[in-house]
């Protein structure tokens, strides 16, 4: 009930490419679903969150899809950099309390 | 975004002793704040709630006399390590919230020799 999946663990993508993360999750009381970007060493950064009375949500480069249905929701990354190069966790819980964080995605961007 | 800052960045102490651990928000106020424990490579774990003003509720499997919590005022929380343990170096991380958005400190690195 309290899990939230995600995926793949690892992602390779040329530099200007797309890409793209997914989670999943089972509370359907969740109503806040942010993405973090994490460096080595650093504590997570907030790169963009959503709420499920919307299903798209783009800053810049980023955009989460949010489907409510089927209570998935994905990260997607336009014109890859390798200063994108990091660890992104997907995350879920009720009114910003207790976040449940997926496992992790590492994404490498090759130049 | 709202700017919450922790200290140390890391410490390392001898196998006995307690590390206090300061989370602060730096430009809000904060009621409740959240420590997490993240091991190398792994995920993020809530270890517990921090209240200002009250008890801190702590997670399933987290000892509380292990964890100590204090949130004496709405800018300060912090985490002391009791009798820290080699099993007990992590990266320690807390967070706070502020205009409905989650943010986190830069993190603590705990090394136990």
């Known amino acids: 009930q309290q899990q939230v999946k995600q995926s793949p663990q690892s992602l390779i993508v040329q530099k200007g490419g797309i890409s793209i993360i997914n989670c999943a999750y089972e509370?359907?009381?969740?109503?806040?679903f942010p993405w973090y970007q994490q460096f080595p060493g650093k504590g997570p950064a907030l790169l963009i969150a959503?709420?499920?009375?919307?299903s798209e949500k783009k800053e810049g480069r980023f955009t989460i899809s949010f489907n409510k249905s089927a209570k998935q929701f994905s990260l997607h990354i336009m014109d890859s950099q390798p200063g994108d190069s990091a660890t992104y966790f997907c995350a879920a819980s009720f009114n910003t309390d207790k976040l449940i964080f997926g496992t992790g995605t590492r994404l490498q961007v090759f130049p | 975004g709202a700017v919450v800052s922790q200290h140390p960045s890391w410490v390392i102490c001898k196998s006995g002793t307690s590390v206090k651990i300061e989370c602060r928000s730096l430009d809000f106020q904060a009621t409740t704040m959240f420590w997490y424990r993240q091991f190398p490579k792994q995920s993020l774990m809530l270890m517990a709630t921090s209240n200002e003003g009250s008890k801190a509720t702590y997670e399933q499997g987290v000892e509380k006399d292990k964890f100590l919590i204090n949130h004496a005022s709405l800018t300060l929380s912090t985490l002391t390590v009791t009798s820290a343990h080699p099993e007990d170096s992590s990266f320690y991380i807390c967070?706070?919230?502020?205009?409905?958005?989650?943010?986190f400190g830069q993190g603590t690195r705990l090394t136990v020799v």
């Open positions: 509370n359907t009381a969740f109503d806040y």
């Open positions: 967070s706070a919230s502020q205009q409905a958005e989650a943010f």
């Open positions: 959503i709420r499920p009375d919307v």
